[in-house]
């Protein structure tokens, strides 16, 4: 019985860890969706902003700061 109790909780662990990002609706109004770009804009800029600071020749900056120029690696 603790076999297949241990092997449940593993697998529950295991399927839990690939799920999905919670569904986010879209905007339906307008001040909705220049709310929605005013945080992607933020989020962009603070972005830039930890490129900006991160050795260029590390993994870190190769994986997260892909768009030097405007085009992808």
Known sequence: M????LSLLLATAALSACASQPYDPLPVSGWQWQQRQ???ERQEAE???????????????????????GAQQ
């Open 2 to 5: 603790r076999a297949v109790t």
């Open 47 to 69: 972005r830039l902003r930890r490129c900006e600071a991160m050795d260029k020749q590390s993994e870190r900056y190769a994986r997260e700061c892909p768009r030097a120029g």
């Open 38 to 40: 005013e945080r992607i």
